[in-house]
């Protein structure tokens, strides 16, 4: 799961670097102030053949708020709450209809896992499942399998907890390990400086990178993947279920993860046969974690719970149809933000003593773990994507990109560009904010042009997914770039490849031959 903040752990930089970075982001947001509501006015004031009044002034609102969202004049989730408000003033939709997307069950379903992925983070669990991983006795003090072990470890962890919090805490693990490199290089008489080692610059990318691949692996794991489910329900009546994504999800983060090993051990090397010390370390931080707690039991067991309700409707539909009523009835008393509450729910009711006097999650750990910024963001980009459709503005504009397409694009061209158009926008801005701009209008253009709107809606959640080029791109990258391993030229080159070949070679494919055959 992702957070939208990209300022958190910002990147280490020179007095001078800082003061231009910090220069930008004035000037950007000061543009952004001025030049946005200029914009929409010039929208507003313009005549525009074949849009209802409505439609019309929720394209002079949607550009308000679009390039708000990119340039950030104000916070993204602020912005998020001002369409639909302006919606209301400006007579678009009625009250209700504005604010009834932030009921919508996918909000549910994504704070129920808030709230699982934090009591993983209180309790421990999910270092406990981090350093599982890396030490396994086939890992060793082999660089390339410590390289590789490190990678599924963040992979793993992202698909179900915050892709930030992750790369958080799987950053000091890389680090550790990198400073036991360096000792061990010391002692054999052959020094090193780390800022230019490239293996050092290898293992941070792929600890950035891992975590962003992780998260597509569910539903929960990424703002954009629910996003777009989100669009898909209230725009389509289209419903794909927890487990649907997590067989192509599951298929796409392989295959990304694949990629992003090839590329980065091939460019970063590393220079040794074998670590020494690594093993000590890693032995290390295993025994600080000592015996499983009752609250780490408590916390797999609600997570389990979850995850066992989440994926049953998939094996039913497998073994007893689709038209069967053992799955008609689950699916009605156990749908996906239902499962999602329980599990979390359960976190209040287990105790980690016999008094039963605490808890396994308290609620102010709880309520830590709700990044309500995203809710509020995914809320209000449902509300506007909602508008859009009713209003017949999605349409409009899908009709407008069918004909800038020559009238008749394939399927592949149209999946193509809108996945390009998802990746290039998550580089520059946060990529739940490019999903809630892109999404509507990849939608709308897929049935103005008689295609399914479901591989295109996929595939612009996968493309959002791969912010690789550059420190602002995902907080996993600004979180690694920190450490001053990585030069910029070096994260640019390595997310020029692997985001280009991730879409060419994975997400097109998966879109347009392993979605359609699921669904």
Request: proline share 5%; charged share 10%; aromatic share 10%.
């Amino acid at each position: 799961m992702e957070d939208n903040l990209k300022d958190l752990n910002a990147p280490v930089v020179e007095p001078d670097e800082a003061e231009t970075d910090s220069a930008f982001d004035r000037r950007r947001r000061l543009i952004g102030a001025i030049g946005a509501p200029i914009c929409a006015l010039l929208v507003w004031f313009t005549p525009i053949a074949g849009l209802s009044p409505e439609a019309h002034k929720l394209l002079a609102i949607m550009t308000l708020v679009a390039l708000w969202w990119i340039t950030e004049p104000i916070p993204i989730p602020v912005t998020s709450m001002v369409g639909p408000t302006l919606c209301v003033i400006c007579g678009v939709v009625k009250m209700k209809e504005a604010f009834a997307a932030f009921a919508n069950p996918m909000i549910f379903l994504f704070m129920g896992g808030f709230i699982i992925a934090k009591a993983m983070m209180v309790n421990g669990l999910d270092k406990r499942i981090a350093y599982g991983i890396i030490s396994m006795k086939w890992v060793g003090d082999c660089p390339r399998r410590i390289f590789l072990a490190i990678g599924l470890a963040c992979m793993l962890c992202s698909g179900w907890i915050s892709n930030t919090a992750t790369a958080a805490m799987m950053f000091p693990i890389a680090l550790g390990l990198l400073e036991a490199i360096r000792e061990m290089m010391a002692a054999n008489g052959k020094t090193i400086n780390l800022r230019t080692y490239k293996y050092a610059t290898g293992l941070m990318l792929m600890t950035a990178y891992a975590c962003s691949i992780g998260g597509v692996l569910t539903p929960i794991g990424t703002p954009p993947n629910i996003i777009m489910l989100g669009f898909l329900s209230e725009m389509c009546d289209i419903h794909v279920s927890f487990f649907q994504w997590m067989v192509w999800g599951l298929v796409a983060m392989i295959a990304y993860f694949i990629i992003a090993y090839i590329v980065l051990a091939r460019m970063f090397p590393s220079d040794v046969e074998h670590i020494e010390g690594a093993q000590d370390f890693i032995r290390g931080k295993v025994k600080e974690l000592g015996n499983w707690t009752t609250a780490q039991r408590n916390t797999l067991f609600a997570f389990l719970v979850a995850v066992i309700l989440w994926v049953t409707p998939g094996f039913l539909n497998i073994f007893l149809g689709t038209q069967s009523e053992v799955l008609t009835a689950y699916n009605r008393l156990f749908p996906e933000a239902i499962a999602a509450m329980i599990g979390a729910l359960l976190l209040f009711f287990l105790p980690v003593d016999r008094k039963w006097s605490r808890m396994t999650l308290t609620w102010s750990d709880a309520v830590k773990g709700v990044e309500w910024g995203t809710l509020l963001l995914f809320g209000g980009g449902l509300a506007m994507g909602g508008m859009m459709y009713s209003t017949g503005l999605s349409e409009w504009i899908g009709a407008q990109i069918i004909s800038m397409m020559g009238g008749e694009p394939s399927e592949l061209l149209l999946v193509a560009v809108f996945c390009v158009m998802s990746l290039l926008l998550s580089e520059l801005t946060s990529h739940t904010a490019a999903t809630n701009m892109i999404g509507p209008l990849a939608i709308g253009a897929a049935l103005s042009a008689g295609f399914s709107p479901v591989p295109v809606a996929v595939g612009v959640a996968l493309s959002a997914s791969l912010g690789f080029m550059l420190p602002v791109s995902t907080p996993p990258n600004a979180i690694v770039y920190a450490s001053g391993y990585i030069p910029i030229t070096k994260m640019i080159k390595t997310g020029v490849y692997i985001d280009f070949i991730g879409i060419a070679v994975v997400t097109i494919p998966i879109v347009l031959y392993l979605v359609e055959m699921i669904l």
